[in-house]
């Protein structure tokens, strides 16, 4: 740990800012028409019409002056790009798997993973599911199933591993159809869907004794792994004197590959990888990437993408910066909590989740309350951020009604190395000045709904 941050009670940036965006601050009638125009889905909304945008951490945190100069160092050619190879070794060394097939985000990767090691009538188990995830199992012919342990979808309760696998679940699954229809287990990192939690080094261990004697491969997903290891370090007996760095590599070790959308941890704007040990898997995915994303030196990218991505990498696991990251997303949550907020506990690293059931428990589920909120929040200050219920959730395909999950949630979601202390202050005031309102806050009505992943394109009309 760097003995400077080590030793001071409160937290600070590892940088300065040298260059900066403007942001545009609007009227009341401005947001109204904008969010009408948007069908009352934040998806929807025009950035130039948001002030602070909580959207998501994805592909929006704020690149170094080295990666930018990186920039300048890629390697166009369509084939053997030194960037690629720098990418690779960035990946061997500190992620620690053998082969490397670059893809243009995350869900590239998964379509790769899901394609291999799926056949028709699979089941796949996983610590929660996340949206891009769950339906490139489902589309592979695949049926997810969650595993995670009970504690995740309650938002109150605090425990530290939140995102840990229940092995009695996932034991129950096996006996039921067989280690031989259950291709992998599919296991993410910090957890996004139960509000970014962490699972342990414990439950991972016992996770990878279970998967040798049943001989299934357990597939990472690496996205916020990086932000786990951090948690690891800070709640887990024995870990305290790793670094990061060290822990990432502990946990890589104890699984058979990994996708990654690199648009979190690793601080580039566009850019993922699938990673492997195994040979045959490798062939495959090196030979499928050329079908969806282009050649295996590139999947997708251009060779200076590969370079912001090597370097982010160095950067994302260092000490200091996650310190930062973590302890604003900390500060927001302290705010929003004394200000008596409902928020999942404990707070994750990459966002704050309102607990929206608690907020508008006057809405009914099928009433969307988590969209509405979502929407009421820009319409308060123009923050945007991101519904995380029983929209996101989608239909049941058995059924064909909402899912209605456990977890309700609007998500206020921090890139890094983005916003200032100052503009936390500002989303925490907005957020309580519409929790003194909530009772007036009413419920949507979903006028359409595309077909997959819904969530980004369906648009809404308040209920009256
Ligand atoms: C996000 F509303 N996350 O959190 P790609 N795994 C994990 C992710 O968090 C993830 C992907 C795979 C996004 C972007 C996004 O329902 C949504 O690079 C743990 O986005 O393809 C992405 O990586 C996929 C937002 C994705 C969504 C899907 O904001």
Redesign the pocket.
Known sequence: MNTQAAHRPSWAEPYKIKSVELIRMTTREEREQAIREAGYNTFLIRSRDVYIDLL???GTSAMSARQWAGLMMGDEAYSGSDNFYHLQDAVREYYGYKHLVPTH???GA?NLLSQIMIKEGDYIPGNMY????RLHQELAGGIFVDVIIDEAHDPASRHPFKGNVDMQKLDQLVQKVGADHVPYISL?GNV?MAGGQPFSMANLRELRSYCDQHDIPIML?A??TIENAWFIREREEGYADKTVREILREICDLTDGCTM?A??DLLVNIG?FFACNDEEIYRKAQNMVVVYEGLHTYGGLAGRDMEAMALGIEEAVMEEHQAARIGQVRYLGDKLRDAGVPIVNPIGSHAIFIDARKFLPHVDQDDFPAQSLAAELYLEAGIRT?ERGNV?AGRDPETGKNRRPALELVRL?LPRRVYTQAHMDVVAESVEQVYLRREQIRGLKMIYEPEY?R?FQARFEPLT
């Open positions: 998501t951490d994805s985000q995350g869900r998964e996340f949206t891009t995830t993410e996004n997903d996205t916020r959308s648009k979190k993922g991101m996101s979601t992943l969530f």
